[in-house]
C-alpha cells in the first residue's frame, strides 16, 4: 500500500487497518493493462469485472447514470477494485459519495492492489463501511441517512450475484433506517412544540413526586409483572386479571386506555401508565377523575400531555423521557448524577416495557397487546376514550400467535418491531404473550394467561405500599435553581448571538445579491462561528432546539450539499436558503415562547 492511502486510512477510516486478506481472492492481470478480482464463492469461480473488456463493461454500466440529480449521494454497494466507482467519479465529479463493501477480503485486496484508484476514491469518500460483520456497519450507515436529503445506492452487477443474501439485508436494513427517518421526522413535527410545554408545565410534578426506576427497582427486581393493553383480546382475560390481583401473583400496570376496560369491571391495576404528550391524553384517565379514585398510581412520562396530572387524585411516580431537554439538563440528585432516562417509543405499552426491562423484572407477561385487529375490533369493551384506527380493507397481514395470519396496520408494526427489540436486548428476563388472537411477538412464548397462572404464578409476591409512601423526588432542589439562574444569563447571551446570526444572514444575502465572491467567503467563516456559538448555547439547547427540531433535522440533510458546493455564492445561496429559513422559525418560536420560559424561570430561579 503506498504511503497517502495509508495515511488517509490512519487519520479517517481506522476500522480497516487491521483487514485480513482471504485464500479466496486473487488479483490477475487483463490484457488492457488492468487488473481482475477472482473470487472462489461457493464453490465456484467469480469475477468482479469482465475479463474481456473490462473498460467496454463499464461503460457500457455507466450509460445508466448519464444523469444524477443534485443533492444526491451516491452509496455503492461493492468497492471491488474500484474501477466502476472511479468511472463515476470522472463523470460525477461533483457528487458525494460513499461506499459500503460487505466482504473483508474484497477490502484487502482494494486497498492492496488498486492504485491510482485506491487513493483517489479515499481522498474523496465520505464514508467507507465494511458490513463484515454487518452489525458493525449500521451506526456509520444510520448517520448518513440522517445526514443526506437523497440517496441513490448503486450496486456494481458482480454483487448481486457473489452476495444475495448480503445484498438483501442491506436493502432492508437502509428501508428500515429510512422508515425511522421519516417517521421520526413526522413525529417531531407533530410532537415538538407539546413535547417542550409539558415538560415545564410539569416539572412541579417531576419534582414533588419520587422517580418510578428508583424508587421501584428494589420492589420489582425479579418479580412477574403483567403489562395490560387494551387490545380486544383483553377481554378474555377478565377475570384471570382479577384472580391474579386478588391473590397477589404478580404486579398489574396497565397501559394507556387499558385502565378503563379494568376499572369497568372493578379492577385497579396497581398503577397504570401515561405519556401521551397530547392535550387530549387526559380524556384516558377521566374516569379515574370523575370517579375520585384515589387508590391507583399513576407513572407519567415527564412529557406527558400537561392536563393529565392537574387534577389527578391517586399517587403519582414520573420517569424521564428522552424527549424532555428541561429535565436531562437540570435534574441532579444529591450526588450529582443525572436521572436515569427512557426513550420516547411510539406505544406507552413500549414505554412499559422497558421500565420492567430497566428494573430487572424476572417475568413480564403482555396481555391484550394484539397489535392486530381482532374482528375488526382495535379496542377492548369498555374503552370509550377512543375509537383508535378504523379497520379497513387492504391492511397488511402478519403473522400471527397461532401460526396463521392477522390483520394489521403500520402503526401496530411499528409498535411491534420496537417492542421487539427491546425484548431481544433483554436476554435475562423471560416474555410471555397471553395475546390471543393477537400478532406474533418475537422473543415472547405464546401462552394462555390461566396456563400461566398455572405453571408460573403460585405464591404472593406483591406488596405495592411502597407506591403509595411519600416519598421524595430525590433530586438537589437547591442544585436545580443554580442551574435555572445559569440559564437565566446563558439566554441573554444567546439574544446576543442570535441578534448576530440574523445581521450576519442578511449580509451574506446582501454579498451575494451583487456577486461579491470576498466578502461572501469572509462573511461564510464569519457565520460558521456565530452558528456553532448558538448551537452551543445552553438556553438555546434547552428550550428553542427541542422545539425546532423537524426544522433542524432537515437542515442537517442538506449539510453534505452545502459542504461539498464549491462556488462560494452558491454555496452561500444555499446557506441564505436554508439557514436563513432554520434561523427564521426560531425567532418566531422565539417570540412565541420567551414569556413561558421567562415566568418559568421567575418562578423557579434561586
Not at 425479579?222 to 383483553?234: D, E, F
Not at 426491562?357 to 397487546?369: A, F
Amino acid at each position: 500500500m503506498d504511503i497517502k492511502p495509508k495515511y488517509i486510512i490512519q487519520q479517517r477510516f481506522p476500522h480497516l487497518l487491521q483487514l485480513k486478506s482471504s485464500d479466496e481472492i486473487q488479483i490477475l492481470p487483463v490484457d488492457k493493462g488492468t487488473n481482475n478480482l477472482k473470487m472462489l464463492h461457493k464453490g465456484s469461480e467469480n469475477y468482479m469485472y469482465d475479463q474481456g473488456d473490462p473498460d467496454a463493461q463499464i461503460a457500457n454500466w455507466m450509460a445508466q447514470f448519464e444523469h444524477v440529480m443534485k443533492e444526491t449521494h451516491v452509496l455503492f454497494f461493492g468497492i471491488g477494485l474500484g474501477c466502476h466507482i472511479s468511472a463515476f467519479r470522472r463523470k460525477h465529479p461533483e457528487i458525494p459519495f460513499s461506499v459500503f463493501e460487505p466482504n473483508q477480503g474484497i477490502m484487502s485486496a482494494f486497498l492492496e492492489h488498486s492504485s491510482p484508484n485506491e487513493y483517489g476514491i479515499l481522498s474523496s469518500v465520505d464514508q467507507m463501511m465494511l458490513g463484515d460483520p454487518f452489525e458493525k456497519a449500521v451506526p456509520a450507515l444510520a448517520e448518513l441517512i440522517d445526514r443526506v436529503s437523497r440517496i441513490l445506492v448503486v450496486v456494481w452487477p458482480a454483487y448481486t450475484r457473489m452476495f444475495p443474501k448480503e445484498l438483501e439485508k442491506f436493502n432492508n436494513t437502509l428501508r428500515q433506517l429510512v422508515d425511522y427517518k421519516q417517521h421520526r421526522i413526522k413525529v417531531n413535527q407533530f410532537y415538538e412544540k407539546e413535547w417542550a410545554l409539558n415538560s415545564l408545565h410539569n416539572m412541579p410534578f417531576v419534582l414533588n413526586t419520587p422517580n418510578f426506576l428508583k424508587e421501584g427497582g428494589s420492589h420489582l427486581e425479579g418479580k412477574p409483572v403483567v403489562i395490560v393493553s387494551a387490545g380486544p383480546s383483553l377481554n378474555d382475560e377478565i377475570e384471570h386479571l382479577r384472580t391474579i390481583k386478588e391473590k397477589g401473583l404478580a404486579y398489574i400496570f396497565s397501559v394507556g386506555s387499558a385502565v378503563n376496560a379494568l376499572i369497568e369491571h372493578g379492577i385497579y391495576p396497581h398503577a397504570t401508565f401515561s405519556y401521551d404528550p397530547n392535550p387530549y391524553n387526559v380524556d384516558v384517565i377521566k374516569k379515574i377523575i370523575d370517579k375520585r379514585i384515589d387508590t391507583i398510581p399513576i407513572v407519567f412520562g415527564s412529557t406527558v400531555g400537561r392536563n393529565t396530572l392537574d387534577f389527578y387524585p391517586g399517587p403519582k411516580m414520573h420517569v424521564i423521557i428522552t424527549q424532555d431537554e428541561v429535565s436531562m439538563q437540570l435534574l441532579r440528585n444529591e450526588s450529582g448524577e443525572a436521572p436515569p432516562v427512557i426513550n420516547d417509543a411510539p406505544s406507552v405499552a413500549v414505554i412499559a416495557l422497558q421500565c420492567m426491562i430497566r428494573m430487572k423484572v424476572g417475568l413480564v407477561i403482555l396481555v391484550g397487546q394484539n397489535l392486530a385487529y381482532r374482528n375488526r375490533k382495535y379496542y377492548a369493551s369498555g374503552i370509550t376514550n377512543s375509537t383508535g384506527i378504523p379497520y379497513g380493507e387492504g391492511m397488511t397481514q402478519i403473522e400471527g400467535v397461532n401460526g396463521g395470519e392477522v390483520i394489521s396496520n403500520p402503526s401496530f408494526i411499528k409498535m411491534k418491531r420496537e417492542m421487539e427489540f427491546y425484548i431481544h436486548s433483554s436476554p435475562g428476563i423471560e416474555f410471555i404473550n397471553t395475546t390471543r388472537d393477537g400478532a406474533q411477538i418475537a422473543g415472547t412464548k405464546f401462552l394462555h394467561l390461566d396456563e400461566v397462572i398455572k405453571l408460573r404464578l403460585q405464591v404472593k409476591t406483591v406488596d405495592a405500599s411502597w407506591m403509595f409512601d411519600n416519598i421524595s423526588s430525590g433530586y438537589d432542589i437547591a442544585q436545580f435553581k443554580r442551574n435555572i439562574s445559569k440559564l437565566q444569563r446563558e439566554g441573554e447571551l444567546f439574544q446576543q448571538i442570535f441578534g448576530q446570526l440574523q445581521q450576519k444572514l442578511m449580509e451574506l444575502a446582501n454579498w451575494v445579491k451583487f456577486g461579491l465572491d470576498e466578502k461572501v467567503n469572509v462573511a461564510l467563516a464569519e457565520f460558521d462561528e456565530l452558528f456553532a456559538a448558538m448551537i452551543g448555547n445552553p438556553y438555546f439547547k434547552i428550550y428553542i432546539l427541542p422545539r425546532n427540531r423537524s426544522g433542524y433535522e432537515f437542515l442537517y440533510s442538506k449539510m453534505d450539499s452545502i459542504r461539498n458546493e464549491r462556488q462560494a455564492l452558491s454555496k452561500a445561496q444555499k446557506v441564505v436558503l436554508h439557514f436563513g429559513d432554520f434561523v427564521w422559525n426560531c425567532q418566531q418560536d422565539y417570540a412565541q415562547s420567551k414569556d413561558i420560559i421567562s415566568r418559568f424561570h421567575i418562578s423557579n430561579r434561586g
